[in-house]
């Protein structure tokens, strides 16, 4: 397997209890930003799933992390399935989405290798990981997606603009830390990708024009 950060740090009960609470906790002046931004996340990601093809109601959600992505498709209606390489990740999700019929799994799997067959899922999910991941890994994990699913997938990526490659370093020098988006994408180089495996963008929204990183993508093949 591959070593990348976001691989080791999420295995760590107090790292995944932090990301769930930043979601659930009631508003604060410390998780406002999470709150908004997730919020904006959704909503573009709902736009996404309305495109999605009506009949096509199985759907695989890669690195589920403590379960936002699983419940909303939940109850959206579809039977969904969530893998993430974190089991203390994974036991968050467990509580929040509960023994809910449409479940079908919640397992630790490695999105770099999928424990499943092709074509097994109408619709895979990713939101929340591809930011995080060195090119030469996205791209494999982007086979992987392909593999799986049967043409029809909604992605999240960390996008690189020039305005946004300045608001990050004023961000790390105002902040310093654990880098929030080490592997940014431009455009061109989203595009690269995405035609390199075989996929075609169908359409995209930003979760906040100019003040956050994040692009939902409706992604075929």
């Keep these: 397997?591959?070593?990348?950060?976001?691989?080791?740090?999420y295995q760590d009960t107090e790292a995944?209890?932090?990301y769930d609470a930043q979601f659930r906790r009631h508003l604060t002046i410390g998780n406002f930003r999470a709150k908004i931004f997730g919020w904006r996340e959704e909503r573009a990601?709902?736009?996404m799933l309305r495109?999605?093809?009506p009949k096509h109601k199985i759907a695989l959600d890669i690195a589920s992390g403590t379960g936002r992505y699983v419940e909303l498709l939940l109850r959206h209606g579809y039977r969904v399935g969530g893998i993430d390489i974190s089991k203390e990740m994974l036991s968050f999700a467990r509580q929040r989405v509960g023994k809910n019929p449409n479940l079908l799994f919640l397992?630790?799997?490695?999105?770099?290798k999928l424990p499943f067959a092709d074509?097994?899922?109408d619709l895979v999910t990713s939101i929340r990981l591809y930011h995080r991941i060195p090119p030469e890994v996205r791209i494999r994990m982007l086979y992987e997606v392909k593999r799986v699913g049967k043409g029809e997938a909604i992605l999240?990526?960390?996008m690189s603009t020039p305005w946004l490659q300045h608001r990050r370093w004023l961000?790390?020098?105002?902040?310093?830390?654990?880098?929030?988006?080490p592997y940014p994408v431009t455009e061109k180089e989203l595009a690269d990708e995405i035609r390199e495996v075989g996929m075609v963008i169908q359409d995209t929204e930003w979760v906040l024009p100019f003040l956050a990183d994040g692009l939902i993508a409706l992604v075929s093949w």
């Design 119 to 121: 074509s097994q899922f």
């Design 16 to 18: 995944a209890e932090n």
């Design 171 to 181: 961000r790390n020098k105002v902040i310093p830390g654990r880098l929030s988006d």
């Design 51 to 53: 495109q999605v093809h």
């Design 107 to 112: 397992k630790q799997a490695d999105a770099e």
């Design 156 to 158: 999240f990526f960390g």
């Design 1 to 9: 397997m591959t070593s990348y950060e976001a691989r080791k740090f």
């Design 45 to 47: 990601f709902l736009h």
